[in-house]
């Protein structure tokens, strides 16, 4: 945590959402579902990292409003906190989902959604320590591979439901599944957004 002592308060926001959006992400990767009462778990310690994000999100908005000089455009600053907070929400949301319908058994297209969502978020967070730098022209790489992974992402959805009507005939476990497939590649879509956003902080201030 020691890099987040930075002398600009809005990096210095920016690097605790980037922080707690990849403890969350590392959380929901790692998580073991053994037993329904461990869907419970799951669920309330993503929202309590959503919840978090929800409070910095507010705090910023509150610093912003306040603010005469911003290190970038503060539009921009908005838009990148809203941008990993959705990202947060998604993860929070899948999660309750897995709850709700009791979902253990994790398959494959699962695994390799989060796997892909864990790597999207890891390169946000190496951003987003180069933003707090100003290291702008090394921005880039990072936002090519948070598109290349959400790209993979779209083709895994594809394989994903196209497989789940191929050879599931319970209509219940099909809409379950489906809306979970769909959750985790909206979540990558909110991957993409952030470094769109990167991309045209990249433009205003390389």
Do not use: W
């Not at 579902?33 to 507010?58: A, C, R």
């Not at 009507?165 to 990558?188: M, N, S, V, W």
């Not at 956003?197 to 990249?202: A, G, N, S, V």
């Amino acid at each position: 945590m020691a890099r987040a002592k930075r002398k600009d308060k809005f990096f210095n926001y920016l690097l605790r959402m980037s922080l707690n959006l990849k403890a969350s992400a590392n959380y929901f990767a790692d998580y073991n579902l053994k037993s329904v009462s461990d869907l419970v778990i799951f669920s309330e310690k993503m929202k309590e990292f959503e919840t978090y994000g929800d409070t910095m999100v507010h705090d910023l908005i509150g610093e912003l409003n306040n603010a005469f000089i911003t290190p970038i455009e503060r539009e921009d600053i908005l838009a990148l906190s809203i941008s990993m907070d959705d990202i947060l929400d998604g993860l929070y949301h899948t999660a309750a989902l897995f709850e709700m319908y009791s979902i253990i058994e994790i398959d494959e297209y699962m695994l390799t959604f989060v796997d892909e969502i864990k790597n999207c978020v890891t390169e946000i967070d190496a951003a987003i320590e180069l933003l707090s730098a100003k290291k702008m022209l090394h921005l880039r790489e990072h936002t090519i591979k948070i598109k290349e992974m959400e790209s993979d992402c779209d083709h895994i959805l594809r394989d994903a439901i196209r497989q789940l009507f191929t050879t599931q005939k319970d209509p219940i476990r099909i809409i379950k599944h489906k809306q979970i497939y769909e959750g985790l590649e909206e979540i990558a879509n909110s991957c993409k957004a952030v470094a769109n956003t990167l991309e045209t902080i990249i433009m205003k201030n390389a």
